[in-house]
């Protein structure tokens, strides 16, 4: 295997390794991104790196991101919804499907509540240096930056945007992010 994390990811039902994404730069770097679903029942989203071999993943290397809620993991209400796609776009930017949380009819409106990260898109730069401590940035261009809102968010009111595409314009594509 890449990469081993069974003592780390919850199975079952919408849980699990959720998504792995390699970055522009990623065979140079060594960098590589995936989101899964701990053993709490939450969101993580981690750094690793290659090891010596490049078949093989180096577990020690890990680092879970931190939100600008503070966590190194994204809260999760329910045991459903979970989104969990990572895909890189064209502008180097690593692009996260959140889902709503789980509950019926999304009661608590958490896809339309702009300080949670539940039923969104995050977009974040991950190109941070290795030592950064939440080993992300904010493009300062995301829509909601500012204002008491969570800044990674790029899109709301998603129920469970489990995969989406982007159609890159650099192999003929219109730029459309398709969910």
């Known amino acids: 295997p890449f990469l081993d994390l069974s003592d780390s990811v919850a199975t079952g039902g919408e849980r699990g390794l959720l998504s792995l994404a390699f970055p522009p730069g990623s065979a140079a770097s060594g960098r590589f991104f995936v989101t899964f679903v701990n053993a709490d029942g939450h969101t993580v989203v981690s750094r690793f790196h290659r090891s010596a071999d490049p078949l093989v993943a180096d ?66 730069d991950v190109s941070v240096a290795d030592d950064d401590p939440e080993g992300l940035d904010i493009p300062a261009d995301n829509p909601f930056v500012g204002g008491g809102n969570a800044p990674e968010i790029w899109a709301i009111g998603l129920r469970n945007p489990w995969r989406f595409s982007l159609d890159d314009p650099a192999r003929g594509g219109t730029g459309a992010f398709i969910i």
């Open 59 to 124: 577990p020690s290397t890990r680092l879970d991101l931190k939100w600008s809620t503070g966590e190194r993991l994204i809260s999760h209400p329910e045991v459903y919804h979970y989104g969990g796609n990572l895909v890189f776009g064209a502008d180097g930017y690593l692009y996260i499907g959140t889902g709503d949380g789980g509950e019926p009819n999304d009661a608590s409106h958490h896809a339309q509540n702009l300080t949670r990260l539940h039923g969104k898109i995050l977009r974040i």
